[in-house]
C-alpha cells in the first residue's frame, strides 16, 4: 500500500437540479426534516443543494462514520469521494484506489454466471482478472452458494445476490473504502460470518468512510465520526460524542459499551 493516500474537499458542494419540480411556492432555500435544502438558481430552476461546503482532509488508517438524517447527504458524500459526482462548486481531491461499495449490484451482469460475475465485479472494484482469478475458490466458499455459481446470476434470489457481492467485496485489499450500509438482505447466520470479513476488509482498507444508522456497527468499524446535516458538516468527533450529540447520553452509552466490547476483542 502506498503511504500517498488521501481525501482533501475543500468547500465542496454538490446541487442537483430539477427541471421537472412542480412547486411554485419555494421562492428561497427551505429546510426540511428530511433532505437537502431545496432553493432556486437565477434562472428559477429548483435545485437541491445535497451538499455545502464541505471541507475534510483524510488520510491513511482514519476510519469515519457518517450519521445523520435521512437525505442529510451521506450517501452524497460517498459518491463525491468515489468520483461518481463533480463538485458542483469547491473541489475534492482523492488519492488512492477507491472501492465503492455502495451499490452491491453495480458491475453485475444478470446474463453470466456467478463465477464470471466475481471476476466482473472484482475489476470493477479496482482489481486485476490475475488477483480475482486467485481468490475465486475461496469467495466461492464464503457464499455458500454451491452449483448455482455455474448458473446465471438472474436466477439468484436478492438475499443470494447480496451474497455473492459480499464474497467479492469483502476479499479485495482497497486503498480507499467508500462503505454504505444498505448491506442487510442476508439472513442473520451469513450476516455474522459476513461481519467478521468485513472487520477484516476494514482493517486492510488505508481510509474507511463508511454511512449507517446502525451505532453498532459504526463502534466496531470506525474511530471517529462526523454528522451530517441538511447537506453541512455538523461535527468531526469521537464516535460516542458524535451520536451522542445527535441521538442523546442513551445512545452514547451503548456506543461506549460496544467500543469496550470491540476493544476487548482486539
Ligand atoms: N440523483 C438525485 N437527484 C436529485 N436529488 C438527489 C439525488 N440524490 C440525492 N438527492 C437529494 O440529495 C439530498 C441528500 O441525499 P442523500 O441520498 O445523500 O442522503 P442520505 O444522508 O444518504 O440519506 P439516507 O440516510 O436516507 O440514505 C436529499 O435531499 C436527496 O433528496
Redesign the pocket.
Known amino acids: 500500500m502506498t503511504s500517498t493516500v488521501s481525501i482533501d474537499t475543500y468547500q465542496a458542494c454538490v446541487d442537483?437540479p430539477?427541471f421537472d419540480a412542480k412547486s411554485r411556492s419555494l421562492k428561497k432555500a427551505f429546510l426540511g426534516k428530511?433532505?437537502?435544502a431545496i432553493g432556486r438558481t437565477d434562472s428559477n430552476t429548483v435545485v437541491?443543494e445535497?451538499l455545502r461546503d464541505i471541507t475534510l482532509s483524510l488520510k491513511e488508517g482514519d476510519r469515519i462514520g457518517l450519521v445523520?438524517?435521512?437525505?442529510?447527504?451521506?450517501?452524497?458524500?460517498l459518491r463525491l469521494l468515489s468520483g461518481i459526482y463533480e463538485p458542483t462548486r469547491g473541489s475534492a481531491v482523492v488519492r488512492g484506489r477507491v472501492a465503492p461499495v455502495f451499490d452491491l449490484g453495480v458491475g453485475m451482469d444478470p446474463e453470466i454466471s456467478g463465477f464470471e460475475n466475481i471476476i466482473i465485479r472484482g475489476l470493477f472494484l479496482g482489481m486485476t482478472r490475475k488477483q480475482m482469478q486467485a481468490k475465486i475458490d475461496e469467495i466461492a466458499d464464503f457464499t455458500e452458494l454451491g452449483e448455482y455459481l455455474h448458473m446465471p446470476l438472474r436466477t439468484y434470489s436478492t438475499g443470494m445476490r447480496v451474497r455473492l457481492a459480499m464474497g467479492v467485496v469483502t476479499s479485495i485489499d482497497p486503498e480507499i473504502l467508500l462503505l454504505d450500509e444498505g448491506i442487510g438482505a442476508v439472513d442473520a447466520e451469513f450476516m455474522k460470518k459476513a461481519r467478521i470479513r468485513l472487520q477484516e476488509l476494514v482493517k486492510r482498507s488505508g481510509i474507511l468512510v463508511f454511512?449507517s444508522?446502525s451505532n453498532e456497527f459504526l463502534a466496531q468499524l470506525c474511530d471517529s465520526a462526523m454528522w451530517?446535516d441538511h447537506?453541512t458538516i455538523r461535527m468531526h468527533s469521537s464516535i460516542d460524542e458524535v451520536v451522542g450529540a445527535y441521538e442523546g447520553p442513551d445512545a452514547a452509552a451503548h456506543v461506549r459499551r460496544v467500543l469496550a466490547e470491540t476493544g476487548d476483542r482486539a
Open positions: 442537483f430539477i428530511a433532505g437537502g437541491v445535497a445523520g438524517h435521512n437525505g442529510a447527504g451521506k450517501s452524497t458524500l454511512a444508522h451530517i447537506g
